[in-house]
């Protein structure tokens, strides 16, 4: 019988599946930052930015439907294509989408000072 995987090891499927999802689909400065032990409500943030309100939604699409597959549940989902960011709270894994003037202004990297970027894709 195949074992289900732990809760840790969906997390890290869905760390690559959106990446690669990201990646797919050409957003830009995608940043993978360890949050544990800084941030109370998860332990990694992935931070992306995208260049329209079309490529925001395709993002947002294909990140969830490739979570969706992996099991993992969206437990909550703020923003849309129309208001320059989105976030997708996935427990451990939080994914920020933003359009470049949100990206700026909220500076998530500097709001974390001591948290460690893991992986950068440009």
């Not at 949050?35 to 930015?49: K, M, N």
């Not at 969706?68 to 451990?92: A, F, M, Q, V």
């Not at 933003?98 to 950068?120: C, H, K, M, N």
Request: aromatic share 10%.
């Amino acid at each position: 019988m195949e074992s289900q995987n732990t809760y840790h090891e969906k997390i890290d499927e869905g760390i690559e599946a959106a990446l690669q999802a990201s990646s797919d689909i050409q957003a830009e400065n995608i940043r993978l930052i360890d949050v544990s032990g800084q941030c109370e409500f998860a332990d990694y943030f992935i931070v992306l930015t995208v260049q329209s309100p079309r490529q925001m939604r395709a993002v947002v699409d294909e990140i969830e439907s490739k979570l969706k597959i992996l099991s993992l549940p969206l437990h909550h989902r703020e923003g849309d294509n129309t208001s320059g960011w989105t976030l997708l709270d996935y427990g451990d894994l939080v994914v920020h989408v933003f359009g470049q003037e949100f990206r700026e202004y909220y500076s998530l990297e500097d709001a974390w000072p001591d948290a460690r970027t893991v992986r950068i894709i440009q």
